[in-house]
C-alpha cells in the first residue's frame, strides 16, 4: 500500500497512484509519453499540494502495477516522468512564489527528511536510536532517488541543502549523510571542508554508532536486525575509508583538512583504547572500530599509501598513548603483559594494524617508534608478543634487533638501547619455548662468552655491571637468579667487578625473602613467570636429582656439594621433599633407589629416615591403592573449553587465531602443571614414568585430554584434505608441550603405556591420531632431545624414535598387528605432509618406525615379498597422495589394503634409498630372534618360508650399502653368528623386561634362525665338495674367526664382568658349533698329491678361547671336547691314509693344544665307546687308531699304579701319563694313602721322563687346589694338599718343581700356562705361598736347598702381595673357617719364612741381576724385605758367570 496515504487531508481525494494503476490496462507507448505528461500537468494545475507530492514520489510503489505489467520499459518511463512532474512543478512553484527552484526543493526535501527520520527514539525508552528502521531506509532511499534526479535536472543545489540542514545548529543523522554520498548527492569529503563543526557532531556519532546495538525481536524482527548489523558497518566503514583518504593522502593539497581528518580519527583511536584499558566498558563499540582497520578500506576514498600510512600512524599512536609506566615499572609488572594475560580487544587490534605491513617493517618501525618517543610500555610489550605469537617469522628477525640494538649500545653506550634490548627479549621469552629462546639462553647468547657485545673492552664490561646493578631494586627474582647463575663472562682480572653484582643481587634476593638458600640446586633459569615457593623449587630439585640418578646410577655431584656447603637448604628443603610419606611400591623404583644410595652415603640423618618409613608405612596401611591429590577442576574445564574452541578454528584454518588460543593453552597447561613454564628441555634427558600408578588424576586426565584433542583436530581436518594441504595447527599444538618438562615428559610416558600395554585397546580413529601427533612430536625432538627409559629397558638415553621403536614390541601376533597399524598410519601421515622430495620427509618420517614396516609388512603380508619396481615421483603425484590417505582415513579399508598401498607408493619406495630407512640384515635379525615362537603370527612352515626368502632371496642378494650381504654367504654366515651370540648377552635383560610387562616365558625363533645357519653352511660344504667353488679350509677359518672376533671383542677387560660376559659368549658359540658338522672344524690340505689334516685353526681356538671360558678351569666340556674329536676322525677318513693322519695330528696335542689332550684324558671313559662306534661306522676297523688307544693304555697304567702294582710305563708324552695319573687320583677316593705310595716308585732322580710327569701332576694337583679354594664346594682340597706333599718330597731335590710358578721361566713345562685360564696362572704364586708354608720344617729345609728357590719363593711372595693391594686375592671360604687363613696372615706368614730363609742363605743363592730384579719390585712394595736381601746379600759376592745365563 502506498505510505502517502496516512499524510492525506481529504481522503476521498485519488492520489497521482491511483490514477496513473487505472490505465496500466492500455499498453503505453513511446508516442504517448508526450501526451500524458501534458495530461499528468493538466492534473497538478487544478488542485495539487507540492509537498503531497514529494510525499507521493516517496512512495515505495508508485508505479507498482506499471511495474508489474511492463517491467523495465515502464520503470524507465516512470522514472523520466516522475522526476520531470517533480521538476516542473517546482519551477512552477517557484516562479509562482518569486523564489528560485533551488531553495523551493530544498525547502520539500527537508520537510520530506524530517517526516521520515522522526520517531527515531526507541519504543519503551529514551535510548536514541543511531539507524533508520527498515520502513524509513526504504522511503529515504527513493527520496534519494528523487533527489538525485532534481540534481540531474538543475533543480537542487547540495551545498544549499547541506547549509538549510545545519540551520539552527541541527544535528545531521548519520545514516542520512550515508546516504548523500553514496548516492553522490553530497560527498561526505566536502561535507567535512566546508563544515566548521563536524568534529562536534561526526566524532561522537561514530562513537555512538559503534556503541549502538539493534533492538532484539521475534523470528520476525531478525532479518531486519541482520539488515541493520549490515548497513552498521557500511556507514562505518565508509566515513572511515572517507577520513583515511583525506587525512592520510600524500598528494593531498589541503593541509588543513588533512589535520582535521588525522584528529578525528585519533579521538577515535584514543577513545578506542580508553575501552580496551577499561575492560568493563570494552564491549562491542570498541570491537566494531578495530573491525575498521582492514584492507578493504582501500578503495575509491583512499589509496592504498593512504592505507598503510593510517595503519603506521594507528600503530604509533596506540604504542605512544599514555606513557604514563617508566621503564623501572615495565621491569616489574613485565610478566603481566604476556599474550595469554592481555586483553583480547588490544591483541586484536595489534593484529589488525599490523596486517599489511611485513615483520620487516613492523619492528623496524618499532625501533623508530622507541628511539623516538615516549612509549606506553605496556602496549609496546603486548605489540610485540602479539607479532611474535601470530607471525612465527618474527622471531629471527627480533633476534636480529636485538642484535642491532646491543651493537649500538656498546659502541656508543647507549643505555636506552640497552634497556630496550633487555625488555624486548624478556617479553618474548615470557612467550616460551615455541615462541622465542628463553631469557637465560638469550642472556648467555649474549654475555656468556668471550665473543660477546661487553667482552672488547673494561669499559664495556663496567657499563653492563652498572646496568645489571641499576635494575637490581626494580628486577624480579627470577632474573636475578639468572644472572647469578649464568653471570656474564668476567676475565679473571676483573672479577672483582662480577663478585660486587653477585653480592648486591644476593642481598636483593634476601630483601625478598628470596635467600640464596631457597635458591635450589637446579635453580630455574627460564626467567620467566613468578618465582616458585621453596617448596615447589625443592620438589623440582629432588624431580631431576632422581632423573640424574636413574641415568647415571650415581648421585650427582651438585647434591653432594649442597649436603656439605648448602646444608641448612638440604636438610630443611631437600630431604623433606625427597622425604615426603607416599605409598611404596612394591619393586624399589629410580626415588627409592636414590634415598637408599644418600642412605649409604651417610647424607640422610637416622631420625629423619626413621620417620620417612614409618609415616610411608603407616600410609600403606590406611590406603590399599594410590590416592592422587585432590586438585581444582577449574583448569580441566577451561582446558577442555580451549581445547573445543581450537578444534573448530582448526576446521575454520585461521591461523592467527590458531596460535592466539595456543598460546592460552599453553598457559592453562602450566597451572596444571607448575613449575618452569619456559625451560628448555633439550639439555637433559626426559625420564620416562612407566609406572601409571605414580600418574596424579589430574596429570593423567589433562594428557588424556591432549592426545583426544589432536586426534579429533587430525579427524575433523582430514574429512576433505589430504594432511599437506592442512594449516600448520598440528606442529603448533605440539609445540606447545615444550614449554613445559614435567608435561612433556608426563605425554611421552603415557604413549608409552598406550603403545606397549594397551595397543589392542586402540581404534583405528586412536591409532592414526596417535600416529599423528608422534610424528610431529618426533619432529621436535629429532634433534636434540633424548629420553631415558627405565634400566631394565635401556641404561643409556635413547632419541625419542629409539624409544617409540622400543615401545612397540613385535614379539606376539597382537603386538605386531598394533605395531604394523600404527606404523602405517604414521608413516602416511608423515608422506602427506611433505609430499615434496624425500630430503624433506625425513623429519616428518621416522626411520624407527619406517624400518618396523620393512620388517612386519613383508613377514605378515606374502604378497609383499616380491620386488616392486623402483618407484619414482610422478606427475600425478597429488593424486598418488589424495588415495594413499583416502585409504587409512577410508573406514571400509583394512590395514592390509592400506599397507599393500602404502609399500607400492612411490614416496615409500623413495626413502628406502636413504641409509637411515634401510633395515639392514642385523637389525632384521635383532627383530626376528625375539619373536615368540608359541604366539607368533605365522605358522612353523610360513615362519621358515619367510626366514627362508629373508636370507636367501633377500639379503644375499642386497648390496652391502643397502644393508645386505651382496652375494657373499660367509657374510650372511656371519652376521647369523653374530645376531645369535648377541642375543644371549641381553637375554638377561629381556627376561627382567618380559617378566615386568608381562609376557609369557616362551622360546624365541633362535632354533629357527639355527636351522638357516645349519642350511647355508650345509651349502656352502656341498658346493664345495662338487667342485662349485670354495674349500673346507675357507669354510673351517671362517668359523673360527667369526668366534675369535666376537671373543676378542669381550675379553678386552680383565673385570669379573667381562670375564662372565666371556663365558655366556662361549657358551652360546659352543652351542652353534654343536649344531654344526663337526668335520667343518678340521681344515683338510692337499701336499704332495695327498691329503692332510690341519688343526691348527682348532688348536687355535681352544688355547685363545676356549682355554679361558672353562668352568672349571683346565677341562673342557664333554661335549665339547666329544665334538672336536668326532672331527679329527670324520676329517680323518676323507685321507688317504686316515690312521695315520689321525695319530699323527694326535700326537702333537701334548704340545700344541694340552687343554685337549687333559680333558680328553678326563673324559675318556664317556668318550671311548662313542669315538669306537664312530670310527668302526667310518672305517669298520675294531680299534681306534694308535695314539687315541694309548689313552685307554695310560688310564689302565694309572689304574694299576694306584693297586700298588708295578705295570710298564706307556710310550705316551709326560702330560699325558700325568693327567692318567691325576684322574686315577681323584677316582680313588678310597685309595689315596696307597695311591701316593705308589709314586715313589717312578724314581724321578733316575729317569727325566718320570720327573717331567711329576711335575706335570704337581701342576694338576695344585690346579685343583685353585679350584678347590675358589669353589669351596669342591672337595678335595685336603686332598689336594696330601698329594703336593708326596709329590713335593719326590720332587724336592730338583729345581724342575719350582718352574711351573714362574710364568715366563717354564722350558719344557711350558704346556701347564696352555691349560688354565690366564687368571689361575696368575694365582699360581698365591698357591705356593698358601701350600709351602704349610709343610714339614724338613721338607722346607729341603726345598730352600733348591737351585733358585729364593727368587721363585720371593717372587711369588711379591706377586701375592700385588694381588692383594689390587683386592683381587681369592675370599676366604665360608665353610671350615678355622682351617684357612685370611690373605693377610698368609703373607704375614710368607713374608717371616722369607726373612728366616734370607738370613740363613749363601751369598751365591741370587745372581746380580736376579738381585737387582728383586730389590727392584720389593722396594716400593715391601721395603723390609729390600732392606733384608740387601743386608744378608754381598753384591760382590754374587756368582758373575751366572748373570750370562
Not at 493538466?42 to 503531497?52: D, G, I, T
Not at 598528494?251 to 575492560?279: E, G, I, N, Q, Y
Not at 603506521?312 to 603483559?337: C, G, N
Not at 613385535?810 to 611433505?834: D, E, H, K, P
Request: hydrophobic letters at 40%.
Amino acid at each position: 500500500m502506498s505510505l502517502s496515504a496516512s499524510y492525506e487531508s481529504v481522503s476521498h481525494k485519488r492520489t497521482l497512484s491511483s490514477l496513473l494503476a487505472g490505465r496500466v490496462i492500455k499498453r503505453p507507448k513511446q508516442e504517448d509519453g508526450q501526451q500524458l505528461q501534458e495530461a499528468a500537468i493538466q492534473l497538478m494545475e487544478q488542485n495539487q499540494n507540492l509537498c503531497s507530492l514529494i510525499r507521493e514520489m516517496g512512495s515505495p510503489d508508485p508505479f507498482h502495477h506499471l511495474q508489474k505489467e511492463e517491467n523495465k520499459p515502464a520503470e524507465d518511463v516512470s522514472s523520466e516522468i516522475s522526476g520531470s512532474l517533480l521538476a516542473w512543478e517546482l519551477r512552477r512553484q517557484a516562479a509562482r512564489r518569486g523564489v528560485s527552484v533551488a531553495a523551493l526543493s530544498v525547502k520539500v526535501l527537508l520537510q520530506r527528511l524530517q517526516e521520515i527520520t522522526e520517531g527515531s527514539e526507541e519504543r519503551g525508552g529514551s535510548r536514541r536510536r543511531e539507524l533508520l528502521t527498515s520502513s524509513q531506509r526504504v522511503q529515504l532511499c527513493v527520496l534519494m532517488e528523487s533527489s538525485r534526479e532534481l540534481l540531474s535536472q538543475g533543480a537542487l543545489c547540495p551545498k544549499l541543502l547541506w547549509q538549510e540542514s545545519r540551520r539552527d545548529q541541527r544535528l545531521p543523522n548519520l545514516e542520512v549523510v550515508f546516504r548523500l554520498h553514496s548516492h553522490n548527492i553530497l560527498t561526505l569529503k566536502h561535507i567535512v571542508e566546508t563544515d566548521e563543526g563536524v568534529r562536534s557532531w561526526l566524532v561522537p556519532q561514530l562513537k555512538a554508532l559503534c556503541g549502538w546495538t539493534p533492538p532484539q525481536g521475534g523470528e520476525e524482527e531478525e532479518e531486519e536486525e541482520e539488515e541493520t548489523r549490515r548497513v552498521q558497518q557500511e556507514v562505518l566503514t565508509t566515513v572511515a575509508a572517507v577520513l583515511v583518504g583525506a587525512g592520510f593522502d600524500p598528494t593531498a593539497a589541503d593541509r588543513k583538512l588533512s589535520l582535521l581528518c588525522c584528529s578525528m580519527l585519533d579521538d577515535l583511536l584514543f577513545w578506542l583504547l580508553d575501552a580496551v584499558d577499561s575492560v568493563q566498558s570494552a564491549g562491542t563499540g570498541a570491537e566494531l572500530w578495530i573491525g575498521i582497520f582492514d584492507a578493504s578500506l582501500c578503495g575509491v576514498s583512499a589509496s592504498a599509501e593512504a592505507l598503510q600510512r593510517f595503519f603506521t600512524h594507528s600503530l604509533t599512536q596506540t604504542l605512544t598513548y599514555k606513557p604514563r609506566l617508566t621503564v623501572s615499572d615495565a621491569i616489574r609488572l613485565q610478566v603481566e603483559w604476556t599474550f595469554a594475560k592481555a586483553g583480547r580487544l588490544l591483541t586484536s587490534l595489534f593484529r589488525k594494524l599490523a596486517v599489511i605491513s611485513s615483520v620487516e617493517q613492523l619492528l623496524g618501525h618499532l625501533q623508530q617508534v622507541l628511539q623516538t618517543h615516549e612509549v606506553n610500555w605496556k602496549h609496546v610489550l603486548c605489540f610485540l608478543s602479539t607479532l611474535l605469537v601470530y607471525c612465527p617469522s618474527a622471531q629471527p628477525r627480533l633476534r636480529e634487533l636485538l642484535s642491532r640494538l646491543l651493537s649500538s649500545t656498546f659502541e656508543g653506550y647507549d643505555l636506552e638501547n640497552l634497556i630496550t634490548a633487555f625488555l624486548l627479549a624478556r617479553q618474548g621469552a615470557l612467550e616460551g619455548p615455541g615462541v622465542f629462546p628463553s631469557y637465560s639462553d638469550w642472556f648467555k647468547m649474549s654475555f656468556g662468552g668471550g665473543s660477546g657485545f661487553h667482552a672488547s673492552s673494561k669499559k664495556s664490561l663496567v657499563f653492563l655491571l652498572k646496568f645489571l646493578s641499576d635494575l637490581v631494586p626494580f628486577e624480579p627474582p627470577q632474573y636475578l637468579k639468572v644472572h647469578i647463575l649464568h653471570p656474564p663472562y668476567v676475565p679473571l682480572k676483573h672479577r672483582s667487578l662480577l663478585m660486587e653484582y653477585v653480592s648486591l643481587a644476593k642481598t636483593r634476593l634476601a630483601d625478598l625473602k628470596e635467600s640464596v638458600e631457597d635458591m635450589g640446586l637446579y635453580e630455574d633459569v627460564s626467567g620467566a613467570g613468578a618465582s616458585l615457593q621453596p617448596q615447589c623449587q625443592a620438589a623440582q630439585d629432588v624431580e631431576k636429582a632422581v632423573s640424574l640418578f636413574q641415568s647415571t646410577g650415581k648421585i650427582s655431584a651438585t647434591v653432594m656439594e649442597a649436603s656439605i656447603f648448602r646444608r641448612p637448604y638440604f636438610l630443611s628443603r631437600f630431604l623433606s621433599a625427597l622425604l615426603k610419606p607416599r605409598l611404596l611400591p612394591v619393586k624399589p623404583d629410580a626415588r627409592m633407589n636414590f634415598i637408599e644410595a644418600l642412605k649409604k652415603a651417610d647424607k640422610i640423618p637416622g631420625v629423619q629416615y626413621s620417620s620417612y618409613v614409618e609415616s610411608c608405612l603407616k600410609q600403606r596401611q590406611q590406603n590399599k591403592s594410590a590416592v592422587s591429590l585432590d586438585c581444582n577442576d577449574d583448569p580441566l574445564e577451561v582446558l577442555r573449553l580451549q581445547l573445543q574452541e581450537f578444534t573448530e578454528l582448526v576446521v575454520g584454518g585461521n591461523d592467527g587465531e590458531m596460535s592466539a588460543q595456543l598460546s592460552r593453552i599453553s598457559h592453562t597447561l602450566g597451572v596444571a602443571f607448575p613449575g618452569r613454564p619456559d625451560e628448555l628441555i633439550g639439555r637433559a634427558a626426559i625420564a620416562l614414568n612407566t609406572d601409571a600408578s605414580l600418574w596424579t588424576e589430574l596429570h593423567l586426565k589433562v594428557v588424556n585430554m591432549i592426545l583426544r584433542s589432536f586426534c579429533q583436530c587430525l579427524l575433523n581436518a582430514s574429512h576433505a584434505n589430504p594432511p599437506n594441504r592442512h594449516s600448520l595447527w598440528a606442529s603448533r599444538y605440539v609445540s606447545v608441550l615444550f614449554g613445559n618438562r614435567q608435561l612433556l615428559c608426563t605425554v611421552i610416558s603415557r604413549l608409552w603405556d598406550l603403545f606397549h600395554n594397551q595397543g589392542s585397546s586402540l581404534s583405528a580413529a586412536h591409532l592414526l591420531g596417535l600416529a599423528a601427533f608422534v610424528v610431529q612430536l618426533n619432529a621436535f625432538m629429532a634433534q636434540s632431545l633424548l629420553v631415558q627409559l627405565p634400566p631394565p629397558v635401556r641404561r643409556q638415553p635413547v632419541t625419542f624414535g629409539e624409544a617409540l621403536s622400543l615401545a612397540l614390541a613385535c614379539n606376539t601376533s597382537a603386538n605386531m598387528l598394533v605395531c604394523v597399524r600404527l606404523c602405517v598410519a604414521a608413516v602416511c601421515y608423515g608422506i602427506c605432509t611433505r609430499d615434496s622430495l624425500p630430503q624433506q620427509q625425513q623429519e616428518y618420517v621416522p626411520s624407527s618406525l619406517y624400518k618396523k614396516l620393512l620388517y612386519l609388512i613383508p613377514r605378515l603380508v606374502p604378497e609383499a615379498r616380491g620386488a616392486p619396481p623402483a618407484g619414482c615421483m610422478s606427475e600425478h603425484q597429488e593424486e598418488n597422495l589424495l588415495s594413499l590417505w583416502s585409504s587409512i582415513t577410508d573406514g571400509n579399508s583394512t590395514w592390509r589394503q592400506t599397507a599393500c598401498h602404502l609399500w607400492r607408493h612411490a614416496a615409500f619406495k623413495q626413502l628406502e634409498q636413504m641409509p637411515q630407512y634401510q633395515l639392514c640384515l642385523s637389525e632384521w635379525l635383532h627383530n626376528e630372534l625375539r619373536v615368540q615362537r608359541s604366539e607368533d603370527a605365522l605358522t612353523d612352515a610360513k615362519r621358515q618360508e619367510y626366514q627362508q626368502w629373508a636370507c636367501t632371496e633377500l639379503y644375499l642378494t642386497l648390496p652391502g650399502e643397502q644393508g645386505g650381504c651382496g652375494g657373499d654367504v660367509k657374510n650372511l654366515c656371519s652376521n647369523l653368528l653374530n645376531a645369535i651370540m648377541e642375543q644371549q648377552l641381553s637375554d638377561a635383560r629381556l627376561e627382567k623386561l618380559n617378566c615386568e610387562v608381562g609376557e609369557s616365558e616362551t622360546g624365541t625363533c633362535l632354533p629357527d634362525i639355527l636351522s638357516r645357519l645349519q642350511e647355508l653352511v650345509y651349502e656352502m660344504e656341498l658346493t664345495k665338495l662338487s667342485g662349485g667353488g670354495g674349500n673346507g679350509a675357507d669354510l673351517c677359518d671362517f668359523l673360527f674367526e667369526a668366534a675369535s672376533q666376537r671373543c676378542s671383542s669381550t675379553s678386552s677387560s680383565q673385570s669379573i664382568s667381562s670375564q662372565l660376559s666371556l663365558q655366556r659368549t662361549m657358551h652360546t658359540w659352543n652351542r652353534v658349533l654343536l649344531s654344526l658338522p663337526a668335520a667343518l672344524l678340521i681344515r683338510l690340505k692337499a701336499e704332495g698329491g695327498r691329503t692332510t689334516l690341519d688343526c691348527s685353526s682348532l688348536m687355535e681356538h681352544v688355547n685363545q678361547h676356549q682355554r679361558k671360558a672353562c668352568s672349571p678351569s683346565g677341562l673342557l666340556p664333554r661335549h665339547i671336547t666329544a665334538h672336536f674329536l668326532k672331527g679329527l676322525l670324520c676329517a680323518g677318513v676323507q685321507c688317504g691314509r686316515p690312521a695315520e693322519e689321525v695319530n699323527r695330528v694326535w700326537a702333537q696335542m701334548s704340545v700344541r693344544c694340552p687343554l685337549l689332550l687333559v680333558s680328553t684324558v678326563h673324559w675318556w671313559q664317556h668318550l671311548s665307546p662313542l669315538l669306537a662306534s664312530l670310527w668302526r661306522r667310518l672305517r669298520d676297523a675294531e680299534f681306534l687308531p694308535e695314539q687315541l688307544q694309548l689313552l685307554s693304555d695310560c688310564q689302565l697304567w694309572a689304574c694299576s699304579l694306584g693297586k700298588a702294582e708295578a705295570p710298564q710305563t706307556p710310550p705316551a708324552a709326560a702330560l699325558l701319563l700325568a693327567a692318567s695319573l691325576h684322574g686315577a687320583w681323584r677316582g680313588g677316593e678310597g685309595n689315596q694313602q696307597s695311591f701316593t705310595s705308589a709314586l715313589k716308585s717312578l724314581q724321578p732322580e733316575r729317569d727325566a721322563k718320570h720327573q717331567q710327569l711329576l711335575v706335570f701332576l704337581l701342576f694338576l694337583c695344585v690346579n685343583d687346589f685353585l679350584s678347590a679354594l675358589l669353589s669351596p664346594q669342591e672337595k678335595s682340597r685336603g686332598n689336594a694338599k696330601d698329594l703336593f706333599t708326596a709329590l713335593l718330597t719326590g720332587l724336592v731335590n730338583s729345581a724342575d718343581w719350582l718352574l711351573i710358578f714362574r710364568s715366563n721361566e717354564q722350558g719344557v713345562y711350558q704346556p701347564v700356562t696352555m691349560v688354565t685360564s690366564d687368571e689361575r696362572t696368575r694365582l699360581m704364586p698365591w698357591a705356593f705361598c698358601s701350600l709351602l708354608p704349610q709343610q714339614s720344617a724338613e721338607l722346607l729345609q729341603r726345598a730352600a736347598g733348591c737351585p733358585g728357590f729364593l727368587h721363585t719363593a720371593v717372587s711369588c711372595y711379591i706377586s701375592v702381595l700385588q694381588l692383594f693391594l689390587e683386592g683381587q686375592t681369592p675370599a676366604p671360604a665360608t665353610e671350615l673357617p678355622e682351617k684357612q687363613l685370611e690373605p693377610s696372615q698368609i703373607l704375614s706368614r710368607t713374608k717371616q719364612f722369607l726373612l728366616n730363609l734370607i738370613s740363613q742363605m749363601s751369598p751365591s743363592a741370587l745372581t746380580s741381576s736376579q738381585f737387582r730384579q728383586l730389590e727392584a719390585r720389593c722396594a716400593d712394595l715391601d721395603p723390609e724385605l729390600a732392606a733384608a736381601l740387601s743386608g744378608h746379600i754381598d753384591l760382590h759376592s754374587l756368582s758373575p758367570e751366572m748373570d750370562f745365563l
